[in-house]
C-alpha cells in the first residue's frame, strides 16, 4: 500500500525566510502533483513533476522531484503573508491514474 | 483544465438518512475520483468512477455505503447512506485525462454534517 508522508506537519514562518516542504512515498512513481488548499476552500494545483530531476518554479514557490529517492521538495523562498495555507503532495502509483495525498502540511507565514 | 459544478456545497442531515452528491464536468474526462476530507485531515479516496460500470473502491469503503453512478464522461453522483455523525466530512469530486500531463482539478466539495 503506498504511503504518502510529508513533513513537517505544521510550520510557522516569518515573514521573509525561506524553507523547504519534503513529500516521500514509498512505492514507484511518475507522476507528483503539489496542491494547495486555503481553509474552507477546496484544492488548487501548483505543479505536476512527471520525470525525475525535474524542477518546476512559480513566483515563491519551487517544487522538485527525485524519483530514485522517492522524495518531492516544495521550497519556499523569502515567505510572504499570502502563502499561508496547507499544501498537499499527491502520489500516483506507476501505471495507475488514482492519487493518495500525503499528510499535508500547514503552513503559517506571520508577518 | 475543466471546470467542475459539485452540488450541494453543504447539507446538514439526519443519521440513517442518505444524500447524493452530484459531479457535473463541462467537458470530457476520463478519469473522475470521489474523496473524503474529514475535518483537519488530509483527502482520502473513496473510490474511481467508472463509466458505464461498477465504480472502484478502496480499502475500506464500500458500494453498500457509498454507492456511485457515472452514466456518461461529464457526470457523477455519489450517495453517502445510512449516515451516521462518523460520515461528517468534505466530499470532492476530482476529475482528471489520462495524459500524465494533465492537471487533475477538484470540485468545491460539499460539507456534510450529519446530526
Known amino acids: 500500500e503506498l504511503k504518502v508522508e510529508q513533513n513537517p506537519l505544521f510550520l510557522s514562518m516569518q515573514e521573509g525566510k525561506n524553507y523547504t516542504i519534503y513529500c516521500n512515498y514509498s512505492?514507484?512513481?511518475?507522476?507528483l502533483y503539489w496542491y494547495r488548499q486555503d481553509p474552507g476552500k477546496s484544492l488548487e494545483s501548483l505543479f505536476v513533476?512527471?520525470?525525475?530531476?525535474a524542477v518546476k518554479q512559480e513566483g515563491r514557490l519551487m517544487a522538485s522531484l527525485d524519483t530514485k529517492a522517492r522524495l518531492s521538495t516544495l521550497h519556499i523562498t523569502a515567505a510572504v503573508h499570502d502563502l499561508s495555507a496547507t499544501y498537499f503532495c499527491?502520489?500516483?502509483?506507476?501505471?495507475?491514474?488514482?492519487?493518495?495525498f500525503g499528510t499535508g502540511t500547514r503552513l503559517k507565514v506571520l508577518a | 483544465s475543466a471546470v467542475i459544478s459539485q452540488k450541494p456545497s453543504r447539507d446538514i442531515c439526519q443519521r440513517g438518512t442518505s444524500l447524493t452528491i452530484q459531479c457535473q464536468v463541462d467537458?470530457?474526462?476520463?478519469?473522475m475520483f470521489w474523496y473524503r476530507q474529514q475535518p483537519g485531515q488530509s483527502l482520502t479516496l473513496i473510490a474511481t468512477?467508472?463509466?458505464?460500470?461498477?465504480?472502484?473502491?478502496e480499502s475500506g469503503f464500500v458500494i453498500d455505503k457509498f454507492p456511485i453512478s457515472r452514466p456518461n464522461l461529464t457526470f457523477s453522483t455519489l450517495t453517502v447512506s445510512n449516515m451516521s455523525p462518523e460520515d461528517s466530512s468534505i466530499y470532492l469530486c476530482?476529475?482528471?485525462?489520462?495524459?500524465?500531463?494533465?492537471?487533475?482539478?477538484f470540485g468545491s466539495g460539499t460539507r456534510l454534517t450529519v446530526v
Open positions: 467537458s470530457q474526462v476520463t478519469m
Open positions: 499527491a502520489v500516483a502509483p506507476q501505471g495507475t491514474y488514482k492519487y493518495i
Open positions: 468512477a467508472n463509466q458505464g460500470s461498477e465504480a472502484t473502491y
Open positions: 512505492t514507484t512513481s511518475d507522476r
Open positions: 476530482s476529475v482528471g485525462r489520462t495524459e500524465r500531463s494533465y492537471g487533475y482539478t
Open positions: 513533476l512527471l520525470s525525475n530531476g
